[in-house]
């Protein structure tokens, strides 16, 4: 039969150690009853009693994690709100890229990606100058209206986002050259639905064959940066 030991306080018998019970006891503090500790308390693993839920504290309660200490995640966050921001990666683009294609084609800016979750989107930002322009042309007005043709897709060649981009023109009578340059800017959110890789493209086209589009170039001809930025979101 168990024995029943009731006592306002357990001291050490010499030192400041005091120890409950041997390797292999269990200890249990009956549904009920509470444990308070009001200092420190030091172990290297707290599990539930039952089933495989933990729950740390009660509504209203704030935990510090203090400077200097790191919080390790080795499987999934859940429960956050979503919105946050996992992985942001970049690519910038110097070199200057010409087409004279009334279709896509892809420039050399491009990035790939690894979604960490299916239900993460990814947001991708791109930035660059281009320039439309035709040499040995006698009539300026022909020069008038002749955008460059953006566009942005995935690695299966699946068309995310197109546009045209609205120029500054510029004839140049003494080499009867005429040109439009203009700085795109768009910001595109995509949902791959995927932990695979995906590569995001920016292409461009001319709207007539008889113009040359060019990327990453101001409108003297001089190369310039262009950008990519893809950032996974938190979709949960």
Same mark, same amino acid.
């Given at each position: 039969?168990?024995?029943?030991?009731?006592?306002?306080?357990?001291?050490?018998?010499?030192?400041?150690?005091?120890?409950?019970?041997?390797?292999?006891?269990?200890?249990?503090?009956?549904?009920?009853?509470?444990?308070?500790?009001?200092?420190?308390?030091?172990?290297? =693993?707290?599990?539930?009693?039952?089933?495989?839920?933990? *729950?740390?504290?009660?509504? #209203?309660?704030?935990? &510090?994690?203090? $400077? %200097?200490?790191?919080?390790?995640?080795?499987?999934?966050?859940?429960?956050?709100?979503?919105?946050?921001?996992?992985?942001?990666?970049?690519?910038?683009?110097?070199?200057?890229?010409?087409?004279?294609?009334?279709?896509?084609?892809?420039?050399?800016?491009?990035?790939?990606?690894?979604?960490?979750?299916?239900?993460?989107?990814?947001?991708?930002?791109?930035?660059?100058?281009?320039?439309?322009? =035709?040499?040995?042309?006698?009539?300026?007005?022909?020069? *008038?209206?002749?955008?460059? #043709?953006?566009?942005? &897709?995935?690695? $299966? %060649?699946?068309?995310?986002?197109?546009?045209?981009?609205?120029?500054?023109?510029?004839?140049?009578?003494?080499?009867?050259?005429?040109?439009?340059?203009?700085?795109?800017?768009?910001?595109?959110?995509?949902?791959?639905?995927?932990?695979?890789?995906?590569?995001?493209?920016?292409?461009?086209?001319?709207?007539?064959?008889?113009?040359?589009?060019?990327?990453?170039?101001?409108?003297?001809?001089?190369?310039?940066?262009?950008?990519?930025?893809?950032?996974?979101?938190?979709?949960?």
């Amino acid at each position: 039969m168990a024995s029943v030991l009731k006592v306002d306080k357990l001291d050490p018998q010499s030192g400041t150690d005091l120890e409950i019970g041997t390797s292999g006891d269990t200890v249990t503090v009956p549904t009920g009853a509470g444990l308070t500790v009001t200092d420190e308390v030091k172990t290297n =693993k707290i599990s539930p009693a039952t089933g495989a839920a933990f *729950a740390l504290g009660d509504s #209203g309660d704030t935990f &510090t994690v203090p $400077s %200097g200490a790191t919080i390790v995640n080795s499987g999934t966050a859940t429960g956050f709100g979503g919105g946050k921001i996992l992985q942001v990666l970049s690519v910038l683009v110097s070199t200057s890229f010409a087409t004279t294609s009334t279709s896509y084609v892809d420039t050399d800016l491009y990035k790939a990606i690894t979604p960490a979750s299916t239900s993460n989107d990814i947001l991708i930002h791109v930035s660059l100058p281009c320039k439309s322009y =035709k040499t040995n042309e006698s009539s300026a007005s022909t020069a *008038a209206n002749i955008p460059v #043709g953006l566009f942005l &897709t995935d690695v $299966s %060649g699946t068309e995310l986002a197109d546009g045209q981009l609205a120029f500054q023109y510029t004839p140049s009578s003494s080499t009867n050259t005429y040109a439009m340059s203009g700085w795109a800017s768009f910001v595109y959110l995509h949902s791959p639905s995927s932990t695979s890789a995906v590569t995001y493209r920016v292409g461009i086209k001319t709207f007539h064959s008889d113009w040359t589009a060019t990327a990453f170039v101001d409108l003297s001809g001089n190369d310039c940066v262009g950008s990519m930025v893809v950032m996974e979101v938190d979709g949960t």
